[in-house]
């Protein structure tokens, strides 16, 4: 009896999802002879029932250039539910799995990793528009928001320099500031704030003014949604972190967003600059991905499937240089990837 493998897509939605399902189907059933179970809405689709699809060629054909993915997410988090493991391991063996492929960020493969020390065969594969997985150079989906993120600051120069205005533009980013920083270097912006380099207003400000005293009368800032603002505090540093609720979803995370309003506010009242702000929010996460996301997640699909084939399991595909690899997702999941000095002082090259 050929094999059954089961894929899951769980977490934020993300450009080149649908690249990754159509690569394990078409590897699965073309070189393998698996059959592939579709299971819809993340970890909440091995908990229900009635929440999976079979997956053939025909189901994969057509899809490679479209956003989001086929199989729906959710942040469904298993050890939050009740007997969420249990029913997950009753579900694995019921529906005759032997390995499930879980695509998804931090929160997906983090549940992937505690379930791989309970026995069930998992193999990940790193997705997230923030880029921050650690042991792999690159997420799939990263490359089209960073694209999105470019092309709006190239947009939003027109109104900046029309109008002699400042423009903060918010970018995603929970814990780093990939985004911001490629999209920021990569846009010209004059300033980038970063969750991983808190940055006391005055500096910013600062910066601002020494540009518009060498006569440019406008200015781009970009800020990721995470980045924290510090503030003098009796005699000590405050950092502030803004967020839009309080409200924690299952793994723990509030909902972000805001923080360019406040800069916005805070930079015209302090500098005298007419200064206006834009949150990009999930257009950055939607529509087509680029050729290099199709082709990443293609190549991460492709992998994921010899790792089963391999026995490979409690394993996370992974690219390094230009090679496609792996590592165990417990190591994968310890540690956040975050923007390292090296490429924090190349941005800073250019502010002000
Ligand atoms: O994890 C990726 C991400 O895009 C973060 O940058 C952002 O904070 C989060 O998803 C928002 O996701 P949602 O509002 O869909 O829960």
Not at 144 to 156: C, G, H, L, P, Q
Request: charged share 25%.
């Amino acid at each position: 009896m050929s094999k059954r493998i089961g894929i899951l897509t769980g977490g934020g939605d993300c450009p080149g999802l649908n690249a990754v399902i159509r690569a394990v189907v078409r590897k699965s059933v073309l070189k393998y002879d698996y059959q592939v179970l579709g299971i819809l809405k993340g970890w909440l689709g091995l908990m229900e029932y009635g929440l999976t699809e079979e997956l053939n060629l025909d189901k994969v054909s057509g899809i490679i250039h479209r956003g989001g993915t086929i199989l729906k997410t959710s942040r469904t988090n298993p050890f939050k539910e009740k007997d969420g493991v249990k029913r997950i391991i009753e579900k694995v063996r019921a529906l005759e799995l032997s390995a499930i492929i879980a695509v998804g960020g931090e929160d997906t493969l983090g549940v992937a990793a505690k379930l791989a020390e309970e026995g069930v065969e998992v193999v990940g594969v790193p997705k997230t528009i923030d880029n921050d997985i650690w042991g792999t150079d690159y997420t799939f989906g990263f490359d089209t928001s960073v694209n999105i993120a470019m092309d709006a600051i190239d947009r939003i120069h027109t109104t900046a320099e029309s109008h002699n205005r400042v423009m903060v533009v918010e970018v995603m980013g929970r814990h780093t500031g990939w985004i911001a920083i490629e999209a920021g270097i990569a846009g010209g912006a004059d300033f980038i704030l970063i969750p991983e380099k808190p940055v006391d207003l005055h500096k910013v400000c600062e910066a601002i003014c020494k540009r518009h005293e060498r006569r440019r009368d406008f200015s781009i800032v970009v800020v990721a949604e995470g980045a924290k603002i510090t503030t003098p505090d009796n005699g000590t540093t405050k950092e502030v972190e803004v967020v839009q609720n309080e409200e924690k979803d299952s793994f723990g995370h509030v909902r972000l967003g805001g923080i360019g309003k406040v800069l916005a506010t805070e930079i015209q009242k302090r500098t005298g600059f007419e200064t206006r702000f834009v949150i990009l929010g999930y257009v950055q996460r939607g529509g087509t991905p680029t050729a290099f996301d199709r082709m990443l997640g293609t190549r991460f699909g492709v992998a994921a499937v010899d790792l089963v084939h391999r026995g490979e399991f409690g394993k996370m595909v992974t690219l390094e240089g230009n090679k496609i690899g792996s590592i165990t997702l417990k190591e994968a999941t310890s540690k956040t990837k975050r923007i390292d000095d090296e490429l924090y002082e190349i941005a800073q090259v250019f502010f002000g």
